[in-house]
């Protein structure tokens, strides 16, 4: 064999061990990567799904729960349209949303030469507003614990809307977030300047008020005033609604929802006038009337309990937006059907200015409810033997199950009584005897949150 042979044939086998490494290297790889997957999921299937989960216990906790369906709603309202006695700049004498008597000075119609002596009573007016709602105390938990007022806890709920916001990352989330503080804050002041007792500093803007009021009257003439032509709540955010629809308008239309949902649609795009330019002849704003008004409720697929409901009866609304219950509400007129449920609710005077002209966002209370609070995950059926998850949304009041509770270290089942749930949590009191040793719900109270993990009567550790 020639030398070159040899140099070939060493060569190629240099070229067969690197082959062969490379595929044992390969191989080692493919190896490792399989071992790490199956050790992924091993780890997760210990995670997701242990053999026997560490009980989880938790205090009670007192709140309230609504069970209720979603519904629309509109407002069958014989309001009338604010318009423009000439063109200019409309200056407000009273504020968005205050009730009037008829007769009364809405308004007026100022020259743009007047800019200054406007710009000023804005600035006075909003200096007013500012102060009585600093005078109010209102929104602030840490001065008093419970909402003083329907505007206090619409001002609370619209703070913690406000801190969510951002989370969302949705930008309709977070103005829709910034309209509805805005509203509280317009309903607060509202609030304070008719119940509240006026501060020194509040009295002193609101005469710099009137004098400027006093100007700007004594600069115009007596066309350019705008009075109330009827009682009722002002607004200055002009919304081509239904004023002219009736209650069986109502009932017959085809498609009530896509009516409600274009008011609701010119609602959000509305400007308020207040302080703009305005050609003579244009809607400024409308007053509703302030007298014993009606609804029209909508609701989609309604449920057994929704169809059973008849007129004469009384139901409650919760307008979301607002965090407003609207309790005693009497059914006038009823349309049913597996598609979709019609009512014609009536509602009080001291109600009228509490909801929107019409909102898609609201829900037909079946039951609400204040007590001990608990996760519907929490309660199993008494029947069963052994643990089985229940359906929450399947949860109603006034049904019976079981709640397995903590005392002296060991854990007890109790029997307890649902008064209210919305398919997350339900309100529940004790269905024990009286002379029951049975633990029962307290404040300082434990409770098991994952009932399934525990055994009756095991001590826990």
């Not at 042979?5 to 044992?24: A, F, G, M, N, P």
Request: hydrophobic share 40%; proline share 5%; charged share 25%.
């Amino acid at each position: 064999m020639t030398k070159q042979q040899q140099i070939k044939d060493e060569l190629s086998l240099q070229r067969s061990r690197h082959q062969r490494r490379r595929r044992i290297r390969l191989f080692s790889i493919v190896v490792l990567v399989i071992l790490a997957l199956f050790f992924s999921i091993w780890t997760l299937s210990l995670v997701f799904y242990p053999k026997k989960e560490i009980p989880r216990m938790s205090f009670f906790r007192s709140d309230w729960v609504i069970e209720s369906v979603s519904c629309r709603i509109a407002r069958i309202e014989k309001g009338s349209v604010i318009e423009a006695p000439s063109s200019g700049i409309f200056v407000p004498f009273v504020r968005d949303k205050q009730s009037v008597a008829t007769g009364d000075l809405i308004g007026l119609i100022a020259p743009e030469s007047l800019s200054s002596e406007i710009e000023a009573y804005r600035d006075a007016r909003e200096k007013t507003d500012q102060a009585c709602y600093l005078a109010s105390e209102i929104g602030y938990p840490r001065k008093k614990e419970m909402p003083q007022s329907p505007g206090d806890s619409v001002m609370r709920a619209a703070y913690r809307e406000l801190a969510k916001a951002p989370s969302s990352g949705n930008l309709k989330i977070y103005q829709d977030t910034l309209r509805g503080l805005d509203e509280a804050y317009n309903r607060t002041v509202l609030e304070y300047v008719v119940l509240g007792t006026q501060s020194e500093a509040v009295i002193a803007l609101e005469k710099t008020c009137a004098d400027i009021e006093s100007t700007l009257r004594s600069s115009v003439g007596p066309g350019a005033l705008i009075f109330a032509h009827q009682a009722g709540v002002v607004q200055f955010a002009f919304v081509p609604d239904s004023y002219d629809w009736e209650d069986n308008d109502w009932l017959r239309y085809n498609d009530p929802a896509s009516q409600i949902d274009k008011i609701v649609s010119n609602s959000e795009v509305a400007i308020n006038s207040a302080y703009r330019s305005i050609r003579q002849g244009s809607p400024i704003g409308s007053i509703d009337d302030l007298g014993r008004g009606q609804f029209m409720v909508m609701i989609s697929e309604p449920d057994q309990e929704v169809l059973t409901r008849k007129t004469d009866d009384l139901v409650a609304l919760y307008l979301i937006a607002s965090d407003t219950l609207l309790q005693n509400l009497q059914i006038k007129k009823a349309e049913k059907s597996k598609e979709n449920a019609r009512f014609i609710i009536t509602y009080s005077s001291n109600q009228a200015s509490k909801a929107r002209v019409a909102d898609n966002d609201v829900e037909f209370v079946h039951t609400r409810a204040y007590g001990w609070v608990v996760p519907i995950r929490s309660l199993f059926n008494l029947s069963d033997e052994v643990y089985k998850p229940i359906d929450p949304n399947a949860v109603r009041s006034g049904e019976y199950f079981g709640l397995k509770m903590i005392s002296g270290g060991r854990v007890y089942s109790v029997c307890v009584k649902v008064l209210a749930a919305d398919g997350l949590f339900a309100v529940i009191e004790s269905a024990e005897p009286d002379d029951s040793t049975l633990p029962l719900p307290g404040e300082r109270s434990l409770y098991v949150v994952n009932p399934w993990s525990i055994a009756e009567g095991e001590l826990i550790g």
